[in-house]
């Protein structure tokens, strides 16, 4: 199973970007990257995923190493809703067995 | 709407008796799973299932079972084997393409007294 690591806390001003890092050395050649978040006792919710390629959507981008190890999740302007704990998981392939490691839990500070 | 539901929100139970938390989705998903969450942790995998009539332990499946009769259907059972069994259950469901998300349900939380 890919495993990951995330840093367990950020800090952001609100108005600025978030960029919060995830480790995944050992994923494989067609492995996903997904990232979610969770609000305090709701179901997580999906941001964005990606192979890759860098992604982007409405709610974020994902930077995604060229070779593959790390990624990174940016929320361009974060703001004081954007406070969550936030997932990188990488699905096993061929299992769809989804993982959640520690998360990292941001912080935006007005 | 398409989406996943658990039921109920809230769910207390004496200690020693088994109880089951109720996880449906009309998405026509293949894969289903259980996840376990205590205070100020993250999500532990119990079980999942990848197609009908077939599942697998998690990393921490002792004291519960899980049942895949039907597609939309993802019961778990919270047996009086499980040692500390308050907690908040999470169920979400994924159609099995790699290139897709995973849908979550909003969770039960369960107290035994």
Redesign the interface.
Known sequence: DAKTTQPPSMDCAEGRAANLPCNHSTISG???V?W?R?IH??????II?G?KNNETNEMASLIITEDRKSSTLILPHATLRDTA?Y?CIV?T?G?????????TRLKVLA | DGGITQSPKYLFRKEGQNVTLSCEQNLNHDAMYWYRQDPGQGLRLIYYSQIVNDFQKGDIAEGYSVSREKKESFPLTVTSAQKNPTAFYLCASFPGRMNTEAFFGQGTRLTVV
């Open positions: 067609n492995e996903y997904y979610y969770q006792s709701q179901g997580p919710q999906y995923h192979l704990v997932y699905p392939s299992t769809y067995k989804y993982i959640f490691g520690t998360g």
